[in-house]
Nanobody
Framework: QVQLVESGGGLVQPGGSLRLSCTAS????????MGWYRQAPGNQRDLVAV???????NYADSVKGRFTISRDNAKNTVYLQMNSLKPEDTAVYYC???????????WGQGTQVTVSS
């Protein structure tokens, strides 16, 4: 089972930027997909961004043009660059890794992102 550790969350003003990192306990080169979900209080956990093994990406409509996901196989790390942050981006952000199309996802412990003036 892949262990995932997130970092990079914090408090930022509206319009600011943060970069989240998710480092895996093993090589991610063969992992089918990795990405980020987020969950605000009282809400369900929603997909933010995903990067597939072939490098293709997909984003939630609410973050398109502002967030960028990338994958560094050499560092076993996935990043989420978040720009032009809005208060509605406030949530706990969770990293996941799905080893294959049919396997269950492994999850990190989550990192809090708060956008507030």
């Amino acid at each position: 089972q892949v262990q995932l550790v997130e970092s990079g969350g914090g408090l930022v003003q509206p319009g600011g930027s943060l970069r989240l990192s998710c480092t895996a306990s093993e090589s991610i080169g063969s992992i089918y997909s990795m990405g980020w979900y987020r969950q605000a209080p009282g809400n369900q956990r929603d997909l933010v961004a995903v990067v597939i093994r072939d490098g293709s990406t997909n984003y939630a409509d609410s973050v398109k043009g502002r967030f960028t996901i990338s994958r560094d196989n050499a560092k076993n790390t996935v990043y989420l660059q978040m720009n032009s942050l809005k208060p509605e981006d406030t949530a706990v952000y969770y990293c996941y890794a799905r080893p294959s199309r049919i396997s269950a996802s492994n999850w990190g412990q989550g990192t809090q992102v708060t956008v507030s003036s």
